[in-house]
């Protein structure tokens, strides 16, 4: 499969929310596949179409050799409980910062055969879910950060670059 081409911050296609999918077909599923072999190669643990300038609604996640595939993504619920990991993007590699976000959420997707599924996420799973749903929505790991964190992961990032 080809790998491709990751968008790096600050292209503002980063911060564009995503398209439906709508109909799962043969040219979605080879994108999930494509997806999965660009994020390994990055390396990563979670990718979605806009990481790669598709501006459609699907990501990869893999989780202990598991891969997991959700196309148009939502989150359904999310628990008053918080937990913090720590972050990064393909779109930023080198550069990582924790944030909290809820412990649990329950998501609603279609899968690669067009069906719609639910399922309920806890710990770093329910984080990843999280984070490539914001980068779906729009909305870039590091606007989660406080401005002063934002800023220092911004200068750590560019400064990585001119190396």
């Known amino acids: 499969m080809p790998l491709l081409p990751i968008l790096r ?12 999918i709508g109909l799962v077909d043969d040219g979605v599923r080879a994108l999930a596949r494509d997806l ?14 806009p990481h790669v300038g598709v501006m459609r609604r699907i990501t990869v996640i893999e989780l202990s050799g598991e891969v997991r595939t959700y196309l ?9 409980e918080t937990a913090r990991f720590t972050e990064g993007s393909v779109s930023m590699p080198g550069v990582t910062e924790e944030i909290e976000r809820p412990a649990r959420v329950r998501v609603g997707y279609l899968d690669l055969e067009g069906a719609w599924r639910e399922e309920e996420a806890e ?8 984070h490539e ?3 779906l929505d729009g909305v870039f790991w590091i606007d989660r950060l406080s401005r002063l964190k934002r800023e220092r992961v911004i200068k750590r990032f560019e400064k990585l670059a001119r190396r």
């Open 123 to 130: 710990g770093f799973l329910a984080t990843c879910l999280q």
């Open 133 to 135: 749903i914001d980068q």
């Open 72 to 80: 148009d993504p939502v989150i359904l619920w999310s628990s008053p």
């Open 9 to 20: 911050f600050p292209d503002p296609r980063l911060r564009q929310a995503a398209e439906p």
């Open 36 to 49: 999965l072999d660009t994020m390994r190669a990055a390396p990563g643990v979670g990718i979605t179409g």
